[in-house]
């Protein structure tokens, strides 16, 4: 049986997507590539190293392996280099096919985390290895993260003005890699995935508010000032000016998509906003 490998297995989407591959194949089919297995330990599965910056662990984790699912890197701006060099790693071991999780409409996008995407993405065809790119929307979990601060402050703050986003949770865009990976007929197609439904922080807000019975209004911020209150809470400074700046992209609808593609390739519909805010006030 062929044998699957996921990179970033221990990550918040590589786990999702372990255990569903789980419900359809043998554990012995998958096997998992991480910095440090031994984190790995709770997934049930071969767990192999593989350290994006260390090439010489590549070639070992990717032997015998058929299909790959390259989860992109968290490291921005070391991404390109790192994913380089797993996909040179996967042409010297031979693999089949790469299942690549990319950004929403990357070949366009003016968001400046589309430049490594688009990097990938060309490496990835350079390379001559059969491909899925998955264009991942906004994972909703970036907002709903936010709650406890929200209520906490009284307000939901960004810089998104009234810009649609389409986003989904991660179990969402789990599922559409557990459905590409275990199916044929993938092969070179290249998906848009977003969710059903967008959304606007405004609405977001409002429907923080009709859950909790508290008024948590929208605060839209110059970018400067929403990077500034990131740093006050205890982000990097160069992290919180990125979020900033891709919430001001937000702002211009470029996380907005209703071609409803995720739905299609899962067989159902996206997880509304409704569910995806009550999970999250479950912790707050």
């Known amino acids: 049986m062929a044998k699957i490998a996921i990179t970033g297995a221990t990550g918040h989407l590589g786990r999702l997507v372990v255990n569903k591959l789980k419900e359809k194949l043998s554990p012995e089919n998958l096997v998992a590539l991480v910095r440090s297995p031994q984190k790995a330990s709770d997934l049930g599965v071969e767990a192999r190293e593989a350290d994006y910056n260390k090439p010489e662990t590549l070639d070992n984790a990717l032997t015998g392996i058929d299909t790959l699912l390259l989860i992109s890197g968290s490291e921005v701006g070391q991404r390109a280099i790192q994913h380089k060099n797993v996909i040179e790693a996967a042409k010297k071991a031979g693999i089949k096919r790469i299942v690549y999780t990319s950004i929403l409409h990357a070949d366009t996008s003016p968001i400046s985390l589309a430049d490594e995407h688009r990097a990938t993405e060309e490496a990835i065809r350079t390379a001559g290895i059969p491909f899925t790119l998955l264009r991942n929307g906004w994972y909703t979990e970036n907002y709903t993260g936010s709650i406890p601060g929200a209520l906490a402050g009284g307000a939901f ?80 400074k160069g992290f919180a000016q990125g979020i900033a700046r891709w919430d001001v992209d937000a702002s211009n609808s470029v996380l907005f998509d209703d071609t409803r593609q995720l739905s299609a390739l899962i067989g159902r519909p996206t997880t509304p906003l409704s569910e995806a805010v009550a999970e999250a006030l479950k912790g707050a």
């Open 157 to 236: 703050i960004g810089s998104a003005g009234e810009g649609k986003i389409s986003a989904a949770i991660r179990a969402d865009f789990a599922d559409a890699a557990v459905a590409v990976l275990t199916a044929e007929g993938h092969e070179g197609k290249i998906y848009e995935l977003a969710g059903d439904d967008s959304f606007t922080l405004t609405e977001l807000a409002a429907e923080i508010s009709r859950q909790t019975g508290k008024d948590i209004p929208y605060k839209n911020l110059p970018e400067a000032d929403y990077a500034a209150a990131l740093i006050s809470f205890g982000l990097p």
